[in-house]
């Protein structure tokens, strides 16, 4: 018999069974193959913690390596077919317990699941009557093959027996679509990794102090996040203080904070496999200096701006443009950029200082899926979706810049990165800012450090 009351990561077995359901009906005739995330290795025998591919996550919720779940909108029988690793007690005893076949059948509500060794011989098969195969290409080596040996039987025989896939396509076409649209337990496991994140970013904050280290901090935070239940970090956390700030993506973390310091926290919990996403910047020290300060509220100008503009029927592109705005207006107050806005907007002027994007999808992956345009026209904002709001401002050093519009050595702002990071859920009548509980107001972020 099977669970019903089987929930896996918080989400009920109902709801896996749903999104399966649905992509079946949009497969048509077509099927759909998802691998398992590949283990990683550190070096040598020396394995990675294990993270689930997120897709195979989604329409499933198992959580084992070495699987692969095959989905065939063209089928009566076995139109979902699970792929899991055999029982071993021996390899058990090394690793941890496994499902198996026949448990993964009735925990899982799949019509067939069968021992990973036989997917050589049964996958063809399973494919033999699609006429197109969902799957992405160069992820997974030996199941790719198998899919190839699917189109080349079609491509000898096909035309004599009017069966068999013809093309290969990405699961993504499907699937993002899905997965752009939060439901309520995906919402629910989304609050509670921004929760956790939020006490990760308060034990780092009162941990700041001059001449701690960026590590020391990403330890406390880190810590904080293992304590409220995540498993782990959702993405390498960034700790970048005084010009490493101004480096995107620093994630060395290996730098002493300088009493006159900016410090640049970009990090976010995994709780239920879902990814918070936050960025918060104050002074290492408790004091903003004019200069840091001033740069700060233009940012933080543009972080409001660009919130206001979120609700159903906006595009993704309008909240972007109000941040950009309001950034190129504080550019040119701070003495940086001198014009017209409307000009300087138009040659993208802000870019030397503002060169990524406002917004990110956020949800199973810290860069969740979904087109930002689509049929040539910008996404309009649903009830569901959850991105990122993150406008910043880098103004690079000058020894570490030699493309143009870099920073005069004598720049008030030089060496100064700073980056506000929100993450905001549609909702049928506007936004909800799911960050809201950490402060933005630089006075308000200022009072958190050092435990004050």
Known sequence: MQDQSANFKGIPAEVFRNRRERVLEELGDGAMVLPAAPILYRSRDSQLPYRPDSELFYLTGFSEP??????????????????????????????????????????????????????GSRLPGLLSHARRVHFRLGRHRQVEGLVVQALEEARSRGSRKGRGPRSVVDPGEILDELRLRKGPEEIAALREAVRVTVEGFRAALAAT?????????????????????????AFATI????ANACTLHYVANSHELGPDDLVLLDAGAEVRMYAGDITRTFPAGGTFS?????????????????VEQIRPGVTIQDAHDAAVR??????????????????????????????HRTSHWLGLDTHDPGDYIRDGEHRRLEPGMVLTVEPGLYFVPASVEDG????????PYEGIGVRIEDDVLVTSDGAEVLTRALPTDADEIAAMVGGR
Do not use: C, N
Not at 404 to 411: L, M, N, T, V, Y
């Open 66 to 119: 070495e699987s692969l779940l095959v989905l065939r909108g063209f089928a009566e029988e076995e139109r979902a077919v699970l792929f899991v690793r055999p029982r071993d007690s021996t390899a058990e005893q090394w690793s941890g317990s496994r499902l198996g076949p026949d448990r993964a059948r009735e925990r899982f509500s799949v019509d067939a699941a069968h021992p990973i060794d036989e997917m």
């Open 209 to 233: 102090a001059p001449g701690r280290g960026e590590w020391q901090l990403q330890a406390e935070l880190e810590a904080a996040f293992r304590r409220e239940g995540a498993q782990g970090p």
């Open 239 to 242: 700790v970048g203080s005084g």
């Open 290 to 306: 004019p200069p840091q300060r001033a740069v700060y509220e233009v940012v933080e100008a543009a972080r409001i701006a660009a």
């Open 326 to 355: 309001v950034l190129t207006e504080g550019l040119m107050e701070l003495g940086v950029l001198s014009g017209s806005v409307d000009e300087l907007i138009q040659r993208k002027a802000h870019r030397t200082y503002f060169p």
């Open 404 to 411: 143009e519009g870099a920073a005069e050595p004598d720049h």
